[in-house]
């Protein structure tokens, strides 16, 4: 499987949750106004503390992919389609 495969596997995954949880739309539609450099920091941070609270693997994952910001950017378009924002 490709990293694209892999990528386009999380974007899903991630867009579905976002699509149905409110407050964590709203989580996410905030991070949008923080820098690029600022937010990977947070989500590299909060990935971090995940991992060695024993979240699971595909959380922190997901949490990590965020941090890049052409596919924050991906991910932001793809949940913005599925609310119909």
Known sequence: MSEEDVLGGVLQRVAGVLREDDDLW???EDLRWVS???RRRQLLEMA???K???EAAELVQATECMSEPA???RL???VRELRGA
């Open 48 to 50: 971090a503390r995940m």
């Open 52 to 54: 060695e609270a024993g």
């Open 26 to 28: 709203a989580w996410f």
């Open 36 to 38: 690029p450099s600022e």
């Open 76 to 78: 932001a378009q793809a």
């Open 71 to 73: 596919f924050f950017d």
